[in-house]
Each structure stands twice: as structure tokens, then as C-alpha cells.
């Protein structure tokens, strides 16, 4: 069965403290891994697909890397408005034609001045 | 913004009840998904809908259902509801329903059961 494993639970930053955020993953040929950003009373807005190992995308304070069993979210120097809930997502085949996000719990960031 | 309208935004009501969410997707995107947030489960996937035909089925209860019409919006059907029911509903959207496209989500519809 597919799973998504997030950690750290939480994770309180100071500004400029970088750090990463992990997702452990298990799934039956991997057709995308997918991290959001929620931010309290929105829905999840798409930050990155990663489709293969060794993969890596940026965005201007984030970057994710893709191994074949975890994928990280490096945050460089974040700013408070980086707090928010980070999501990751693998697509999983669901009956024989259609397909899901299978989430993980998230990662919930605190980032303070 | 998303470009994924849900609505309403609140929606209370009692156990028993029946209630339909709606959802319009981005111009141009032909499937449509339904996903349950609840503070113990996550996002659970419901039910994934393309140019108006079901595609797929997550862990959606009997008592729900839902459709995706000509115009590609889409509703989603709770009755007989429990108190067990109030969450957040969200919709996403992608332009394909079969390949690794990012789903874009809604804002969502918060259903509190009294």
C-alpha cells in the first residue's frame, strides 16, 4: 500500500535559520511527487512536481530534491511569511483509469523574527 | 488565486441533513477531485471525476456522491449527515486525468455538523 510519511511534525524556525523538511515514501512505481504550501483556511497551492530520482526544482526560498525513497524541502534564510503547512503528495493509480494524491500529515513551519 | 471556485465557504446544518457542494474547475481543466480534511486524517482522496464521467473512487461513504456536469462544474452530494462528517471539503482540478499533472485545489467548503 502507498504511504506518505512527513517529518518533523512541526518546526519552529528563526528568520534566516534554514533548514529541511523530509517525505518518506512508499508506492508501486512512483508517477510524480508533489509538495504543496496550506496556509490556515485556503486550500493547498502547488509549489513542485519531481518525477524521478535526482531531481531538483527551486523556487525563489525552497528548493526539493527527490531520492528514491524520500524527498526533502530545503528552506534557505526563510521569512516569516514562509510559515505555513507543507504538503507532500505522490500520485497513486487508483482502479484502472483513474488517479490520486496519496498525502502525507505535513510539516506545519513556524518561521518568527 | 487557484482559479478553482468552491462554494459555499461555511456551510452549517444538523445529523440528518443532506447538503451539495459546489466546485468550478480551471478554464480549460477537464477533471475534477473531491478531497475530505479532517485535523486526525489529512487529505482523503473521495472521488476523481473527468469530462464528466466517474474515473476513480477513494474512500468516499455511501452516503456521499457526487457528478461533474456538461459545463465541467461539479458537485458533491453528503446526506443523512453525522456528526463525524464535519470537515473541510476540497475540490482540485487538472487538465488531464490520466498523466502526472499538478491538481489545483480550491479554497474549500468548511462543513460543521451540529
Known amino acids: 500500500e502507498d504511504q506518505v510519511t512527513q517529518s518533523p511534525e512541526a518546526l519552529r524556525l528563526q528568520e534566516g535559520e534554514s533548514s529541511s523538511l523530509n517525505c518518506s515514501y512508499t508506492?508501486?512505481?512512483?508517477?510524480?511527487l508533489f509538495w504543496y504550501r496550506q496556509d490556515p483556511g485556503k486550500g493547498p497551492e502547488f509549489l513542485f512536481t519531481l518525477y524521478s530520482a535526482g531531481e531538483e526544482k527551486e523556487k525563489e526560498r525552497l528548493k526539493a530534491t527527490l531520492t528514491k525513497k524520500e524527498s526533502f524541502l530545503h528552506i534557505t534564510a526563510p521569512k516569516p511569511e514562509d510559515s505555513a503547512t507543507y504538503l507532500c503528495a505522490v500520485q497513486a493509480k487508483v482502479a484502472n483509469s483513474g488517479y490520486a494524491l496519496n498525502f502525507g500529515k505535513g510539516t506545519s513551519l513556524l518561521v518568527t523574527p | 488565486d487557484s482559479g478553482v471556485t468552491q462554494t459555499p465557504k461555511h456551510l452549517i446544518t444538523a445529523t440528518g441533513q443532506r447538503v451539495t457542494l459546489r466546485c468550478s474547475p480551471r478554464s480549460g481543466d477537464l477533471s475534477v477531485y473531491w478531497y475530505q480534511q479532517s485535523l486526525d486524517q489529512g487529505l482523503q482522496f473521495l472521488i476523481q471525476?473527468?469530462?464528466?464521467?466517474?474515473?476513480a473512487k477513494g474512500n468516499i461513504l455511501e452516503r456521499f456522491s457526487a457528478q461533474q456536469f456538461p459545463d465541467l462544474h461539479s458537485e458533491l452530494n453528503l446526506s443523512s449527515l453525522e456528526l463525524g462528517d464535519s470537515a473541510l471539503y476540497f475540490c482540485?482540478?487538472?487538465?488531464?486525468?490520466?498523466?502526472?499533472?499538478?491538481?489545483?485545489f480550491g479554497d474549500g467548503t468548511r462543513l460543521s455538523i451540529l
Open positions: 508506492v508501486s512505481g512512483l508517477r510524480g
Open positions: 482540485a482540478s487538472s487538465v488531464e486525468g490520466e498523466r502526472d499533472q499538478p491538481q489545483h
Open positions: 471525476y473527468y469530462n464528466g464521467e466517474e474515473r
